[in-house]
């Protein structure tokens, strides 16, 4: 089993600084989360927010770091681990752009890099890159294939319902096929992942049940496709204690792939703590972490 680590809610320049450490700890991959803005008008309700109001439970000043200019920043100050966005709202973007910015990353990080995507769930942030909200989901389901084809050496092309794409070069192209998980755990993303997709990616951590259920859906839409027993990915991350046990019987019963751990997000920081015990702080959380569960479970 792999592991990877969420840098989620660290600031960028502490996060950037916690992945060099990560990287020689044995961990696996690191997982980078995506969001352009918080607005300051929000209607959107987030989609797994417990709230009455639908609010999101982080607040307006948390960071979000472009994912792809914080994938190649941490990939020049690392050596091994790979780096995963969980998930990217591809469809927010226009599909020239998302091709560009991925395909270089993949290059300046040596192929070091897994593209989770999903449809995410702020209206605002599509209306504010001038995507259209309401055809998210068909638009993503297209935009993977193009960018396959995008990412291909020497003229390419594609045509499709909601992209053409005239006879181009975009160099750099990436030396390797760039995995594409696809995330969440509705019917249409589990036929998304299990269509189109090289894994499937969880939507947040899910308790142990939860985690079942959708992971018996994941299997039903990968029997449907016809992909049941081929290689294929499964990021899961539990709102669960760790546990040696508990992860193997998810790798054994469910083929899961690779764990999403957040021991450095866990750790308790004092108020008056300085920028310099913080890191300590959260290096001393991922050590014991990859102590105790990454390097028996490897």
């Not at 539990?238 to 957040?262: H, K, Q």
Request: hydrophobic fraction near 40%; charged fraction near 25%.
């Amino acid at each position: 089993m792999r592991f990877h680590q969420a840098l989620t809610f660290i600031p960028t320049r502490d996060a950037l600084e916690l992945a060099k450490e990560i990287d020689k700890q044995g961990y696996d991959g690191i997982y980078v989360s995506d969001h352009m803005f918080f607005p300051r008008d929000l209607s959107s309700r987030y989609t797994y927010s417990t709230a009455e109001d639908g609010k999101p439970f982080w607040e307006p000043e948390t960071e979000w770091p472009d994912a792809w200019c914080f994938i190649a920043a941490m990939a020049g100050a690392t050596r091994t681990v790979r780096f995963t966005t969980g998930v990217y709202v591809a469809p927010a973007r226009d599909l020239i752009t998302v091709a560009k910015q991925v395909g270089t990353t993949a290059v300046l990080s040596d192929g070091r890099v897994n593209m989770g995507v999903g449809v995410g769930w702020c209206k605002e942030e599509f209306e504010a890159t001038g995507q259209d909200f309401h055809t998210r989901g068909k638009r993503l389901d297209e935009m993977i294939p193009a960018l396959r084809a995008i990412w291909s050496k020497g003229w390419v092309e594609y045509h499709g319902h909601f992209y053409d794409v005239p006879a181009m070069r975009m160099e750099p192209a990436p030396a390797a096929p760039i995995p594409i998980y696809g995330g969440g755990h509705s019917a249409p993303a589990l036929r998304r992942a299990a269509t189109l997709c090289d894994g499937w990616i969880a939507a947040g951590a899910y308790t142990a049940d939860e985690a079942r259920e959708h992971l018996s859906g994941l299997h039903e839409a990968l029997r449907a496709a016809g992909r049941e027993g081929e290689r294929f990915d499964v990021l899961l991350s539990l709102l669960e204690s760790p546990d040696v046990d508990l992860y193997r019987r998810f790798e054994e019963e469910y083929g899961v792939t690779d764990m999403i751990c957040a021991p450095s997000m866990t750790v308790p920081l004092g108020p008056d703590d300085s920028a310099q015990l913080k890191h300590r702080k959260r290096v001393d959380a991922s050590a014991r972490f990859a102590e105790e569960f990454v390097q028996k479970l490897q």
